[in-house]
């Protein structure tokens, strides 16, 4: 070599102009790189699921599937982080027969190129051990990568084109695969874009700026066919960047640092997962200012930074369990890419290092994670074999595994059946407030939502201006809604879509109140109204500069007290909300009888637009009451915002905030309300009255919802003719459990007649001290012939002392036997029978047209409805007994006793249940029955509600 010529290109060295050569060690390997790819490929292939319960991640799940079943545009129709490939992407899935079998192409098909993708960065490491380790590390982190795969899959693939030749007829693989995964969540198509910048700058670093114009041009070209493949307008992706960008911003400002149980050791979760970041950016920028100096090297450098941005924000933004072990996957896997960049001349051993110890961090930090999966390095195989073998089946019995999906379904469908909703929406439009979408699919109602799907992600006044214009077009809004007051993550309950709410008590009017959701109805109006979206109340109160920690005193008054906050971020504040998430933010409120509310989680963008502030709307029976006159509302007198305790400097020191009053909607007539249940949704049945009004509240005991009655208290209901009475009654533990306690509670129901005669219908003394069996919740039953203009009068009565009485009633359900309800299964001719006589009871099924010709069995059980049975896989309104089993095996055998036969084409049946004189065998005093409507397979598909039957 002649002196002062410059040394060749050292491939050993890992020299970033030149690819690096293979040797005979990887092509031994080779067969270990597919094999590790195929078992990514298996355990990240992502077979549906079917919630036990309505849930919110279900809820979105089935909205998004939806969204792509219709072709409902992004941005426009819907407006989510997740795109018109959303569902496919989404983890696991909630199970929607309709896109099952496009999920199962699509789930394949995309793992297989994530998979490929993330074990693709081994063929560019320069050892042996290196890629060993790092196929070992992939191994090792599918348990827990959830979303993070699809990161290192865009991330990975384009560093390994990187260290390519620059060939931009190489991409094209990874540019569908960036498409793909970019309209399934828009955090991997901003990665993706991001990625494509960087492939473009290294092929006109390599091959010309001609050649390397063709990157962006085939992704572009990727992007649109794709697209409008998907149904979506050409011009509409402006709409869904711009949509997505808004909730992901929000996100970052919005979301609390959950905990588990108040005791996550929050602080060391940062440590794992800041230490290793940090020595990772030392390990890349060591790579980075290595010579001979190479544009490579720091665009590489810029993948696995981007990376571990993305990763962190992913995990600490939310900061629970499932969220945090996304981080912990991305850097423990992109700490092995520094094995991929550039080696140093010398220190070489100090970059590997770096590595080793950075992903070792990661482990242990996802190995102490509580919360989250059993995840430890003993647990490792199982949880390996175990996820295998469940998404083996997916990949080769999909048929199978859709049969049990649809089953598993029909149960949950079975338990959160609302019989009169579906009555009265019929084939009508119906949303739902604010999260809880996936009741409406379990009941196959007409689904209409709003483009900002579920309340908590509408984080902007653009997102909020979205929702509230939808429900301002009567074009474009439901005809129903279905409400369940509920915040998330302990938001302001009416500032999370404030917009909605505002508009929903302008233009929707009760209808009933079923299963704790309230239904409502969308008026029609003579002339068009002036729309409220983002406009303040009808008047003015004030409008002032406030500080933090400050009270703000608001005028008392009728109607609705509307605010809006103007806040910003302190420079300080920014920065933190960039790098890490958006500052807390509490509001606290002062109530009209002194006593303060607080800690609720707010951000700024929710308080920008006008929400309602006073009264304090909490729960559903606070909504209801807006409808009624807004009496015994929690009036809020006066309001307070806070940072968390020594975060003071993240915001400016003074805000701006306004005041406005706004009438209440028009008031609903009495009769409506009751028979509406807005009064008393706990009761199946609404009194007309109660004595001493504030004697009564509301509570949940034992998973649901009562009415406390302190004694002495009165609930009168209008009755008359042939009725039935039932419902549940007790004393609250706290009562009988310590000292002082109750000394007895008596439970009274009596007939008035128009001219003041009382007649007993029922009375039990409750004295759970001194006999065990008055604890826990009662059930009555009973049946009376009441004359034209009747009362029946449901009291409580207390002991001597009167201390520590604490009744309650539950599912009150006065029913006009000659005339019933529309939306009950079922419903008898009597309720109540002499033992002595016996008697025919006729039941009257109505399960609805869609389980025409479908087979049933009455079953019944002599020990209560209260909790109910599961016994049958799906829930069922009678509680086990031998007398619920003998019912069961008589239906079973076709013998004596059983009470079954098929539906008409209606789904409607008329059955007769003989009881002989003395009674049924073995049963006690109070019978309840329900039936069960059968599949072919003998599975159960629906439910009725349990009925009385009181043998005396």
Known sequence: MTSGQPAPPDPGRGNPAAPRRYGIADWLLAPLYVAVAALVWLLTVRPPSVPPRVELDASWNELVAFDFRHRLQAGVDFVFTYGPLGYFVSGYPTYTSDVFWTHWVLSLTLNAMVAVAVVLPVLRMHRTWQRLAYLLVVFATTPIADNAFALLAISGSTLFLLFGSGRPLATVPALVM???????????????????????????????????????????????????????????????????????????????????????????????????IAILAIG??????????????????????????????????????????????????????????????????????????????????????????????????????????????????????????????????????????????????VDEVPHGQNILFLNDLTVHHRPVFQSYSAYSPYLQRLNGDFYEDPARAPSFVLLRIESTDGQY???????????LLRHYRPRLVEGGYLLLERQATAAPQPPVTGRPGQRQVFEREARLDEWVTLEPGEGLGELAVDLHYSTTGALW???????????DVRLANGSERGSWVTSRGLMQLPFVVDPLIVDLGAFTRLYTGGNDLQRVVAFRLRSRAGREHFYRPTYRCTFWRSDLPPPIDEATARAARLHFPMLSSGPRETRPRSNFVSHRERGRDVLIAQPPSEMLFDAAGRVSISGVFGIRPEAYAGEPATDGVTFRIEGLAADGTRSTLFERRLEPVREPADRGTQEFALAATLPPGSTVVLSTLPGPSGSMDWSYWGAVDLLDLDNPPPGRMLTSDVVSLPRAEGGDIVFRLDAGVEFAHRDYWVIGSDAGTWPGSTQLEVPVPLNASDHLAATLLANTNGGPGAVRGRLDEHGRARAVLPVPPGGLPGSRALLHHAFLVLGDGMEVLAVSNAVPLHLH
């Open 178 to 276: 960036f498409t793909a995964l970019g309209f399934g969540k828009f955090t991997f198509f901003v990665l993706g874009f991001g990625c494509v910048g960087l492939l473009t700058l290294s092929s006109w670093h390599k091959q010309g700026l001609r050649k390397a114009l063709a990157v962006p041009a085939v992704f572009a070209l990727v992007v649109a066919v794709t697209w409008t493949a998907l149904g979506q307008s050409p011009l509409g992706l402006p709409a869904f960047l711009k949509g997505s960008a808004e909730i992901a911003s929000g996100y970052n400002q919005s979301m609390r640092w959950v905990t588990q149980d108040g005791r996550r050791p929050h602080v060391h979760e940062l440590v794992f997962a800041l230490v290793p």
């Open 284 to 429: 890349a920028l060591l790579a980075c200012v290595r010579r001979p100096r190479s544009l490579v090297a720091p665009l590489a450098a810029g993948v696995v930074a981007a990376t571990l941005f993305l990763g962190w924000k992913a995990g600490f933004v939310r900061q629970d369990a499932g969220h945090v072990m996304i981080c912990y996957c991305c850097v423990a896997v992109a700490a092995s890419w520094l094995w991929c960049l550039p080696r140093p001349a010398r220190g070489g051993w100090l970059v590997d290092a770096m590595a080793a110890a950075a992903s070792a961090i990661a482990f242990l930090g996802a190995f102490r994670l509580e919360g989250g999966l059993d995840y430890r390095p003993g647990t490792l195989p199982r949880l390996v074999t175990a996820t295998a073998k469940a998404h083996w089946r997916f990949v080769t019995e999909p048929a199978g595994l859709q049969r049990d999906l649809e089953t598993r379904r029909r149960r949950v469908a079975v338990a959160n059946r609302l019989g009169a909703v579906r009555a009265a929406v019929g084939d009508a439009t």
């Open 493 to 503: 309950p009416t500032v999370a879509d404030s917009q909605v709410y505002r508009a």
């Open 577 to 587: 909300n960039a790098a890490f998430r958006g500052p807390r933010l509490y509001i």
